[in-house]
């Protein structure tokens, strides 16, 4: 017994002592499975930044101005469980460092308005420096989208296209200005022995 418990407690010691962390190039491909992955939301920001930015309207609307625009959440319609958010806000990241565009984010209103209200109400900030309530930009244009998937597989074969397709909708009127999709297509296949 007491040989059984030192040749586990050398196992977990071997086994410990063989992990290794090591950093990684973030931009290179991932393809440790067909999943989505750090690839596909790079990718998918890129293609979606260039062509927004290159479409002609878009181009002569921020010549000389910078529109305020917001992100709605991207739905996700796939069968996995894939941060969204994530890809939006690389896509509303880049968006910012092109110099084309302002954004409001409406996922910190109710911390905005906290703030706010401390400052106009508690009694602990002077009135010369605390915000003025009613200034905030309204956002012209919204930018939302979904995440699709088809997924199909056999006995040693699956293969899942996805499509992002991304809208930005100009909120006086309605109209969507401008749309793009974005398509993936991965395949994974299985050797006859192992994998």
């Not at 067909?34 to 920001?45: E, R, Y």
Request: neutral net charge.
């Amino acid at each position: 017994m007491r040989a059984m418990t030192l040749v586990v407690m050398l196992l977990a010691l071997v086994a410990t002592g063989c992990t290794r962390v090591q950093y990684g190039d973030a931009t290179a491909t991932e393809t440790v499975t067909v999943d989505f992955g750090s690839t596909d939301l790079q990718m998918i920001a890129t293609s979606m930044v260039d062509d927004l930015l290159r479409f002609p309207p878009v181009v002569q609307l921020t010549a000389e101005r910078r529109p305020v625009v917001f992100v709605d959440r991207v739905q996700n319609r796939t069968v996995e469980h894939i941060d969204t958010e994530s890809v939006t806000d690389s896509i509303r990241t880049r968006l910012i460092q092109s110099g084309k565009f302002r954004f409001v984010d409406m996922t910190v209103v109710d911390r905005v308005r906290e703030q706010m209200d401390f400052q106009t109400q508690s009694g602990m900030v002077d009135p010369a420096t605390a915000v003025t309530m009613g200034r905030q930009i309204g956002a012209e244009f919204m930018l939302y989208g979904a995440l699709t998937s088809i997924v199909k597989r056999d006995n040693r074969t699956r293969d899942v296209y996805y499509k992002f397709t991304l809208n930005m909708m100009n909120l006086e009127t309605g109209i969507i200005e401008w749309s793009s999709e974005k398509e993936i297509r991965k395949t994974q296949s299985r050797r006859l022995f192992g994998m």
